[in-house]
């Protein structure tokens, strides 16, 4: 299957710094991309749709300015977690979606992130 | 909204069969999924069907729709312990973001 790439896998951090998390989709053009975050013994929770070139969309409750999203290129959508606490410490995945009708998502790796 | 149900938990024994059950309330849902999550790792696709078709099957995996009862399964057979793992029921309409389950934990007893 297609392959989407995620980095880094695993970060630890002070609380108040900013994390920047890639997500890159290797072998296909993805338009769209998708970030979920996921707490532990959960299921997966859509954050927003990055859309390449245009302002992502953010689901209800999630704080544009704290988690900012850009999509700059055809297979690279980023998430910075601005000025993280320990509150933000998940599991955050992202994913795109390929196939002829573009219903077919893989994910990454996924990213470990700890706010001390 | 829309919702996507699951057992959460499942134990089976090396070499039997396993089934995972998956029911949704989307009368609209076109694609519906399987993805398989182990520790640490982010999701892994296993196997997905169009809402046209009644079955698919990949190697040990079976996948059964029931577009009447918005029901799905997946079946495993002859399960190993590398199969242990969560695993994530999801459907869309096609225009909208997936909606996942909640995940069944599979347990394999050796």
């Known amino acids: 299957g297609a392959v989407v790439s995620q980095h880094p896998s695993r970060v630890i951090c002070k609380s108040g710094t900013s994390v920047k998390i890639e997500c890159r989709s290797l072998?296909?053009?993805?338009?769209?991309m998708f970030w979920y975050r996921q707490f532990p013994k959960k299921s997966l929770m859509l954050m927003a749709t990055?859309?390449?070139?245009?302002?992502?969309?953010?689901e209800q409750g999630v704080e544009k300015d704290k988690f900012l999203i850009n999509h700059a290129s055809l297979t690279l959508s980023t998430l910075t977690v601005t000025s993280a606490h320990p509150e933000d410490s998940s599991f955050y995945i992202c994913?795109?979606?390929?196939?002829?009708?573009?219903?077919?998502?893989?994910f990454g790796a996924g990213t470990r992130l700890s706010v001390l | 909204g829309e919702d996507v149900e699951q057992s959460l938990f499942l134990s089976v024994r090396e070499g039997d069969s396993s089934v995972i059950n998956c029911t949704y309330t989307?009368?609209?849902?076109?694609?519906l999924y399987w993805y398989k999550q182990e520790p640490g790792a982010g999701l892994q696709l296993l196997t997905y069907?169009?809402?046209?078709?009644d079955m698919k099957q990949d190697q040990r995996l079976t996948v059964l729709l029931n577009k009447k009862d918005k029901h799905l399964s997946l079946r495993i057979a002859d399960t190993q312990t590398g199969d242990s793992a969560i695993y994530f029921c999801?459907?869309?309409?096609?225009?909208?973001?997936?909606?996942f389950g909640k995940g069944t934990r599979l347990s394999v007893i050796a």
């Open positions: 994913s795109a979606p390929t196939g002829r009708t573009k219903n077919i998502q893989y």
């Open positions: 072998d296909f053009q993805a338009t769209t």
């Open positions: 990055s859309n390449e070139g245009s302002k992502a969309t953010y």
């Open positions: 989307d009368s609209s849902s076109t694609y």
């Open positions: 069907i169009f809402s046209n078709m």
């Open positions: 999801a459907e869309t309409d096609g225009n909208t973001p997936l909606v």
